[in-house]
């Protein structure tokens, strides 16, 4: 026969419960780790990455009891040379952890470039659901043969790119020409854009304020949500929702580092990984939605894109990047797209 459970009995199984958590956590605070990690990301402390990235290893730390100790830097720790100098810090073993976007990863590995295909997605959701299949199984391939382990599952969310300038709105593709576009580093984006008529500037990520500032460049693009905390609303004007590529940050380790970890080391990282990606990509996609309220409120102009004309636009560079990456890259490009 089982015991009744009293509202007492359960008040004391809840408190035991917590107070059995309370003590791992303080057991894992106190045991000397056995790995010592670095993660750096190049967002700020504010963002849903960030608190994603805190919780993952928080839980990992617990789980391992205190033999896994990472420490995260927001901002990439300020390296000079931003996103392509961290990779470089990852694969030489300074940092064992980094999230990163394709268009990044793409000066290593080619294929990776295939993230950021302009109108290609219909939204965050498609694209993140073409990495977890088999368009990202075929990256993850590319990237260790390259010396570079990433996840299953590992795609963390920065949602749909969007433009926002300082000059006038852009409705159609004849409005870039001539715009001065801000791009971070990466061969398709600043293709892209050149295709469309604009001049592309490579700036890195905190720059950006100062070079819309400055009137160094006219515009740059990016999701809704970046726009919001790096305060660009003070020195753009208008936000056409051009929803012209995918931006997300994959997670990726340090091959030596990683290999040689004991199996429920890697299963501790790999399951908090996918947990917290999923739970980020959520927070992601709702405060991006919530940003478009508040930028407006800061004084911005939104208008709708139709990207059929920008498609028409591209067609050459379809077929160059085609060639690019590779028939099975593109098959599996196309195959998502379904």
């Given at each position: 026969?089982?015991?009744r459970?009293t509202r007492?009995?359960f008040?004391?199984?809840a408190?035991a419960?917590?107070?059995?958590r309370?003590?791992g956590?303080?057991?894992?605070?106190?045991?000397?780790p056995?790995?010592?990690?670095?993660q750096y990301?190049?967002?700020?402390?504010?963002s849903?990455?960030?608190a994603?990235?805190?919780?993952?290893?928080?839980?990992?730390?617990?789980?391992?009891?205190?033999?896994?100790?990472?420490?995260i830097f927001?901002?990439?720790?300020?390296?000079?040379?931003?996103?392509?100098?961290?990779?470089?810090?990852?694969?030489?073993?300074?940092?064992?952890?980094?999230?990163?976007?394709?268009?990044?990863?793409g000066?290593v590995?080619?294929?990776?470039?295939?993230?950021?295909?302009p109108?290609?997605f219909?939204?965050a959701?498609?694209?993140?659901?073409?990495?977890?299949?088999?368009?990202?199984?075929?990256?993850?391939?590319?990237?260790?043969?390259?010396?570079?382990?990433s996840?299953?599952?590992?795609?963390?969310?920065?949602?749909?790119?969007?433009?926002?300038?300082?000059?006038?709105?852009?409705?159609?593709?004849d409005?870039?020409?001539?715009?001065?576009?801000?791009v971070?580093?990466?061969?398709?984006?600043?293709?892209?854009?050149?295709?469309?008529?604009?001049?592309?500037?490579?700036?890195?990520?905190?720059?950006?304020?100062?070079?819309?500032?400055?009137?160094?460049?006219?515009a740059?693009?990016?999701?809704?949500?970046?726009?919001?905390?790096?305060?660009?609303?003070?020195?753009?004007?208008y936000?056409?929702l051009?929803?012209?590529?995918?931006?997300?940050?994959?997670?990726?380790?340090?091959?030596?580092?990683?290999?040689?970890?004991?199996g429920?080391?890697?299963?501790?990282?790999?399951?908090?990984?996918r947990r917290?990606?999923?739970?980020?990509?959520?927070l992601?996609e709702?405060?991006?939605?919530?940003?478009?309220?508040?930028?407006?409120?800061?004084?911005?102009?939104?208008?709708?894109?139709d990207?059929?004309?920008?498609?028409?636009?591209l067609?050459?560079?379809?077929?160059?990047?085609?060639?690019?990456?590779?028939?099975r890259?593109?098959?599996l490009?196309?195959?998502?797209l379904?």
């Open positions: 026969m089982h015991a459970l007492r009995s008040v004391g199984v408190l419960a917590g107070v059995g309370a003590r956590h303080a057991l894992a605070a106190q045991r000397q056995e790995f010592n990690f670095i990301h190049n967002q700020p402390e504010a849903p990455l960030h994603a990235l805190a919780g993952m290893w928080s839980s990992i730390k617990a789980e391992t009891g205190g033999r896994v100790d990472t420490h927001a901002r990439n720790n300020n390296i000079e040379g931003s996103d392509p100098a961290a990779l470089r810090t990852l694969m030489s073993g300074q940092i064992q952890f980094f999230t990163v976007m394709g268009g990044i990863l000066t590995v080619p294929a990776a470039d295939v993230q950021q295909m109108f290609m219909r939204s959701a498609h694209a993140c659901a073409a990495m977890d299949g088999a368009l990202g199984s075929y990256l993850r391939e590319e990237l260790a043969a390259k010396g570079i382990v996840f299953g599952g590992g795609a963390f969310d920065n949602g749909m790119r969007q433009i926002a300038g300082r000059t006038h709105p852009i409705r159609r593709p409005d870039l020409a001539g715009v001065r576009m801000r971070p580093a990466g061969q398709l984006v600043a293709d892209t854009f050149k295709a469309l008529g604009a001049e592309p500037v490579t700036i890195n990520s905190d720059g950006i304020y100062a070079a819309l500032q400055t009137g160094r460049v006219d740059q693009e990016n999701p809704l949500l970046l726009v919001e905390l790096f305060k660009l609303y003070e020195v753009a004007r936000v056409s051009t929803n012209h590529m995918w931006s997300g940050f994959n997670m990726v380790a340090h091959q030596p580092t990683w290999t040689p970890l004991p429920d080391v890697k299963a501790a990282i790999e399951r908090n990984l917290h990606v999923l739970t980020q990509r959520r992601q709702n405060e991006n939605q919530a940003a478009r309220r508040r930028l407006a409120m800061h004084g911005l102009t939104f208008n709708e894109v990207s059929a004309p920008f498609r028409q636009r067609s050459d560079l379809y077929r160059s990047w085609k060639s690019r990456l590779g028939t890259c593109w098959s490009l196309t195959d998502s379904r």
